[in-house]
């Protein structure tokens, strides 16, 4: 059974950093696109960002400069760093590996951590 698991939430100020994990079994990690979304109440869930298997990674405007993502293949997990948080970064935070064998496409979600940033 595949899973998803992060780790790292919780409540910071402004200003302030968090880094997220995110842990997906060994049996796909090293072949999945490892994203990060987010989910504010009452609105929908948006990326964040991605990291390719070649380590290519793609940002959302609003967190660009702020936010990094990165993998450890060899731990099965990967990160993202957020810096300078805003208010308007409090979210539950969702991690996704996106399995693709034989070009069929398997999403993998983890349960979400909640991110707080205080004014």
């Known amino acids: 059974q595949v899973q998803v698991v992060e780790s790292g939430g919780g409540l910071v100020q402004a200003g302030g950093s968090l880094r997220l994990s995110c842990v997906a079994s060994?049996?796909?990690?090293?072949?999945?696109?490892m994203s990060w979304y987010r989910q504010a109440p009452g609105k929908q869930r948006k990326l964040v960002a991605s990291?390719?298997?070649?380590?290519?990674?793609n940002y959302a405007d609003s967190v660009k400069g702020r936010f990094t993502i990165s993998r450890d293949n060899a731990k099965n997990t990967a990160y993202l760093q957020m810096n300078s948080l805003k208010p308007e970064d409090t979210a539950v935070y969702y991690c996704?590996?996106?399995?693709?064998?034989?070009?069929?496409?398997?999403?993998?979600w983890g349960q979400g951590t909640q991110v707080t940033v205080s004014s």
């Open positions: 996704k590996a996106e399995y693709t064998p034989l070009n069929r496409q398997h999403d993998y």
């Open positions: 060994e049996s796909i990690f090293s072949q999945s696109v």
């Open positions: 990291i390719r298997r070649s380590g290519s990674t």
